[in-house]
Structure formats: C-alpha cells, structure tokens
C-alpha cells in the first residue's frame, strides 16, 4: 500500500481588504436576492427600503435596509 501525501491547507486568494469588502457585499446581495425570490415563491410581496445611510466621515457613505413583507391576502385573490 502506497503512502497518501498528507493534507495541506487550500492557497487562499490573495485579496486585500477593498476587495474583500466588495466580494462581502456581491456575495450578500447574492444571497438576498435569493431569499427575495423565494419569498416570492410562499406567496409574500417583499419591498426593501432605505433604513439608514451611513457616512464615515471621510466622504464615504453607505445605505442600511430593511424588509417590509407583506402576505398576499387570500380573500381578495
């Protein structure tokens, strides 16, 4: 039987801390989208609206969101 070579950690990407950032918020959006969708799926309507807008100080800002869903009503469909 011949030896197996042992296990070694995967080379990570070598990315800096802007792209990292931005990877975080495609990867999210991702995932929200998704969850949106199959909201829609359950029979929900789903809005996301601005909750916040955050500043830095230095001239850079970002919005904050939340979801407001609402379930189709069933009497009227």
């Known amino acids: 039987m011949t030896k197996q070579p042992a296990f070694t950690p995967a080379a990570m990407p070598d990315s800096n801390s802007r792209e990292r950032a931005i990877e975080r918020i495609a990867e999210a959006s991702h995932r ?9 799926d359950a029979g ?33 469909a």
């Open 32 to 40: 929200l989208n998704e969850a949106v969708r199959r909201a829609l």
């Open 44 to 76: 929900y309507s789903v809005e996301l609206v601005r909750a916040s807008r955050c500043h830095d100080g230095s001239g850079n800002w970002g919005d904050q969101i939340v979801p407001t869903i609402r379930e189709k009503d069933v009497a009227s």
